[in-house]
C-alpha cells in the first residue's frame, strides 16, 4: 500500500491511496490541474483512479469533485446529505455518483473503506481506515474532538493521517475572530497538537509504521512546532511526517 497527501490545509485536501490494483482519492480540495501534475511527478496518473470518496461538504475537501469527474472521469463516492449541503459549491453536472451511508464499508475488489462518522461540523462527516492484506492506514481529519471508539480504530492501524491542526497558544494570541476560536477549539472543530499526540500516545501499538500529520492550519500552527510537539509526547517511537498545505508528500509506504 502507497499513500501520498497531495496536499492538505484549509486552502484544500486530497490524499491518494494505491493498494491491490485499487487507485483511489480521498476529497477533491484542489483543482484537478494541481492533482494531475503532483501525481504525475509521482509516475501516477490521475486518469487510473477508481474512485474519489469525499469525507463532508466543506469547500476544501469537495470544491472540486465535479471537475474530478468529468475532466478524470473518476466515479464520485458520497453520502446523500453530503451531496446535498454541497450543492451550494456549485459542483455543476454529476454523471456517475454512488451513494453511501456514514459507516459503511465500501468494497473496490481487494481493498475495502470503512467509513466512520465523525461529529466535526459537517453536515455528515466521516473519516476513513483503508484495508487490504490485513494492511491497514488511517484517514482521519476534520474529526471534530476526540470521540469515542477513536482510540479503538488507532490501535488497529498500520498507518494513519491525523490532524493535528492548532497549537492552542497560537491560536489564543492570533489573529481569528473569538467566534472562531471557540469554532475550532470546539466539539465540532479541530484536534490541536496536543490531543493529537495523545491520542497516539495512549492508542497506537507497535505495528504503527509511520504517522502523517495533516491539516495543520496556516496561521495557527507550524509544521516544525507540530513536529516538536509529537516527538515529545511520543519519543522516536514512529517516523512522523508532515503534510504540506502546498506540495505533496512524496509517496509514503506501508509494508506487508
Known amino acids: 500500500m502507497i499513500a501520498i497527501s497531495l496536499q492538505s490545509g484549509s486552502n484544500g485536501n486530497c490524499i491518494y491511496v494505491e493498494a491491490g490494483g485499487i487507485r483511489l482519492l480521498f476529497d477533491a480540495g484542489i483543482s484537478g490541474i494541481q492533482a494531475e501534475k503532483r501525481l504525475a511527478a ?6 487510473k483512479v477508481d474512485a474519489l470518496i469525499i469525507s463532508h461538504d466543506h469547500a476544501d475537501h469537495l470544491r472540486c469533485a465535479g471537475i474530478y469527474q468529468r475532466k478524470y472521469g473518476i466515479p464520485l463516492h458520497i453520502t446523500p446529505r453530503t451531496l446535498a449541503a454541497g450543492k451550494t459549491l456549485k459542483l455543476g453536472r454529476l454523471s456517475d455518483v454512488r451513494p453511501f451511508q456514514a459507516g459503511e464499508r465500501i468494497s473496490f475488489g481487494s481493498v475495502s473503506v470503512q467509513t466512520i462518522p465523525t461529529p466535526h461540523d459537517g453536515a455528515d462527516g466521516v473519516a476513513f481506515v483503508v484495508e487490504t492484506r490485513k494492511r491497514r492506514l488511517g484517514i482521519l481529519t476534520d474529526l471534530g474532538h476526540l470521540f469515542q471508539g477513536l482510540e479503538t480504530v488507532i490501535a488497529s492501524l498500520d498507518a494513519i493521517f491525523l490532524e493535528s491542526n492548532f497549537d492552542p497558544e497560537m491560536l489564543e494570541q492570533g489573529p481569528y475572530p473569538e467566534f472562531l476560536k471557540q469554532r475550532i477549539r470546539g466539539l465540532g472543530g479541530h484536534l490541536s ?4 499526540a495523545g491520542v497516539l500516545k495512549g492508542s497506537a501499538t507497535d505495528r504503527m509504521q509511520w504517522v502523517c500529520l495533516a ?3 496556516e496561521h495557527n500552527n507550524h509544521p516544525e512546532l507540530a513536529r516538536r510537539t509529537h516527538q515529545r509526547v511520543l519519543g522516536q517511537r514512529f517516523p ?3 503534510a504540506g498545505r502546498y506540495e505533496a508528500t512524496g509517496i509514503l509506504r506501508v509494508q506487508i
Not at 509521482?42 to 486518469?47: F, Q, V
Request: charged share 30%.
Open 215 to 217: 491539516h495543520l492550519s
Open 42 to 47: 509521482l509516475g501516477r496518473d490521475i486518469r
Open 193 to 196: 497538537n496536543e490531543e493529537a
Open 240 to 242: 512522523i511526517h508532515i
